[in-house]
C-alpha cells in the first residue's frame, strides 16, 4: 500500500450539485496528480499541483478546480455535476524529481444520479 | 486515434503459464514509461519503470521498451492467480497517459 490517502471513499451526488475529494500525499512527496477513471478506462489526467500551484492541466473544463495546502495535501472541486462525472477520482503524489514516478491512492467512486 | 493503444481483454490464461501485455504509443517524445497493476476497486500500483528503450527485470516481472517500434510489453513468468487484476501501461512525465488496461485471470 501507498502512504496516498483518499476520502471520502464513496459518494452520491445529484446533477448540478457541487463536490469536494481530498488527498494526503505520501510523506516526503511535494506534487499531487489527479485523474479521472471511467468504468472500463484508463485514467484520465485532470491536473496537477506542485508547491500550491497549479502545474499542468489536462482536457478537462474550468468546473474542475484544485488546491494545494502548505502541506502538499490537495482537494479536488467539481462544480455543476453532470452525469458523465460519475467515475473513480484518483489521487497520486510524487517526489522532488520524479514526478514520472507517480504513486496512486485508492480512490472515490463519485456517482452522479 | 489514440495516444496509448493497448487491447482490453480479457485475457484469461492457466496458472504457471507466460503472460505477455504490450501497448503501442504514438508519441515519440515519451521517454518514461510504466506499469500499473490495478485490482477490482483499487487505486493503480505501481509494478515497473523503465527510463527509454531496453529491458527491466524485477522478479517475476520483465518490461520491455522499443522506441523504434513505439511498442512496450510487460511478461509475467509463472504466473499466479493472485496476478488476476487489470494491467495498464502508462507513459509520459509529469502528465502520465494510460492506456485502456487489459484485464487479465489467472486460472488455478
Known amino acids: 500500500e501507498t502512504g496516498v490517502t483518499q476520502s471520502p471513499t464513496h459518494l452520491i451526488k445529484t446533477r448540478g450539485q457541487q463536490v469536494t475529494l481530498r488527498c494526503s500525499s505520501q510523506?516526503?512527496?511535494?506534487?499531487v496528480s489527479w485523474y479521472q477513471q471511467a468504468l472500463g478506462q484508463g485514467p484520465q489526467f485532470i491536473f496537477q499541483?506542485?508547491?500550491?500551484?497549479?502545474?499542468g492541466r489536462g482536457n478537462f473544463p474550468p468546473r474542475f478546480s484544485g488546491l494545494q495546502f502548505p502541506n502538499y495535501s490537495s482537494e479536488l472541486n467539481v462544480n455543476a455535476l453532470e452525469l458523465d462525472d460519475s467515475a473513480l477520482y484518483l489521487c497520486?503524489?510524487?517526489?522532488?524529481?520524479?514526478?514520472?514516478?507517480?504513486?496512486f491512492g485508492p480512490g472515490t467512486r463519485l456517482l452522479v444520479l | 486515434q489514440k495516444e496509448v493503444e493497448q487491447d482490453p481483454g480479457p485475457l484469461s490464461v492457466p496458472e504457471g503459464a507466460i503472460v505477455s501485455l504490450n501497448c503501442t504509443y504514438s508519441?515519440?517524445?515519451?521517454?518514461?514509461f510504466m506499469w500499473y497493476r490495478q485490482y477490482s476497486r483499487k487505486g493503480p500500483e505501481l509494478l515497473m519503470y523503465?527510463?527509454?528503450?531496453g529491458n527491466k527485470e524485477d522478479g517475476r516481472f520483465t518490461a520491455q521498451v522499443d522506441k523504434s517500434s513505439k511498442y512496450i510489453s510487460l511478461f509475467i513468468r509463472d504466473s499466479q492467480p493472485s496476478d488476476s487484476a487489470t494491467y495498464l501501461c502508462a507513459m509520459g512525465a509529469q502528465k502520465l497517459v494510460f492506456g485502456q488496461g487489459t484485464r487479465l485471470t489467472i486460472n488455478p
Open positions: 497520486a503524489s510524487s517526489s522532488p524529481g520524479n514526478e514520472e514516478t507517480q504513486y
Open positions: 508519441n515519440s517524445a515519451f521517454q518514461y
Open positions: 523503465t527510463y527509454s528503450s
Open positions: 499541483y506542485y508547491r500550491e500551484e497549479e502545474n
Open positions: 510523506s516526503g512527496h511535494n506534487t
